[in-house]
């Protein structure tokens, strides 16, 4: 994707902040359930503390950065969209994070000295890097993370799922791809297994009946919103036990990589 598709982009972020607004899903509340699978998988995993140097690579407008400034020495976020870093730089008061800097610079090429990072954080960025750039843009983040140092990548791997802009890899292919940079990796976590999709359209899809039996043009039932609600919190222990059990056929995965 081109450096114009994220500034466009990044002005539908700036009409409508919201913390899962870069989830590809049609129900906000499901992207506020993978949010949340998202963040247990990927703090699961990057343990973090205040003596730590991180990079957010692929920012864009801080959703993740200011979730993990407060916990780290100094936080750089770098994104290709010039509009995602004004915005990101924009909120850094209102979000107190005065630990934090952000840089326009693309993934393949970053402005930072061989082994500047303890850990590296990049979330839903590689799988949209072409293949002619994606071994490019895993150097540098290998380059720029320190001996010992950790990578902590969420990306999908729904493999038929690639399309012009989405180019998923198998676990097998993530692992190699940072395998051949120095980087083993150490565990994964499943982001979700269990298929809300359905269940959730079907709980938005019921209306309100109001006397008479006639409904209200245009509402939607206060009973769908509780039974979408529902449905999330309840399919969490079905998705963590079967996440255990079939994590493999997750559509996305967090992994975790550590410099040999």
């Not at 990548?153 to 940079?181: D, G, I, M, N």
Request: net charge positive.
């Amino acid at each position: 994707m081109t450096e114009s598709f994220w500034d466009k982009r990044a002005r539908t972020f700036a009409g409508k902040p919201s913390p899962t607004l870069s989830i590809s899903a049609h129900d906000e509340d499901y992207k506020e359930y993978k949010s949340f699978l998202q963040r247990r998988a990927i703090f699961g995993l990057f343990k973090l503390d205040k003596s730590m140097t991180v990079l957010d690579a692929g920012c864009g407008v801080g959703r993740w950065s200011f979730e993990i400034a407060p916990k780290v020495k100094r936080l750089y976020g770098t994104d290709i969209s010039g509009g995602m870093i004004a915005i990101a730089n924009g909120l850094r008061k209102e979000k107190n994070a005065a630990n934090a800097k952000f840089l326009k610079a693309p993934a393949d090429k970053l402005p930072f000295k061989d082994g500047f990072f303890d850990a590296v954080l990049v979330v839903t960025v590689l799988q949209h890097v072409p293949e002619k750039r994606l071994g490019r843009a895993v150097a540098e983040l290998a380059r720029v993370c320190r001996k010992g140092g950790r990578i902590c990548v969420l990306e999908s791997t729904r493999e038929e799922a690639r399309s012009a802009y989405l180019h998923p890899r198998s676990l097998q292919e993530w692992e190699l791809l940072f395998k051949r940079h120095g980087f083993a990796m150490k565990k994964w976590a499943a982001i979700a297994v269990v298929p809300l999709d359905p269940l959730f359209g079907a709980a938005a899809s019921l209306k309100l009946k109001v006397s008479h039996g006639k409904r209200k043009p245009g509402a939607r039932s206060g009973v769908s919103k509780l039974l979408k609600r529902m449905v999330l919190f309840g399919s969490l222990p079905f998705d963590t036990h079967l996440a255990k059990m079939f994590g493999s056929r997750s559509n996305q995965k967090a992994m975790l990589f550590e410099r040999a």
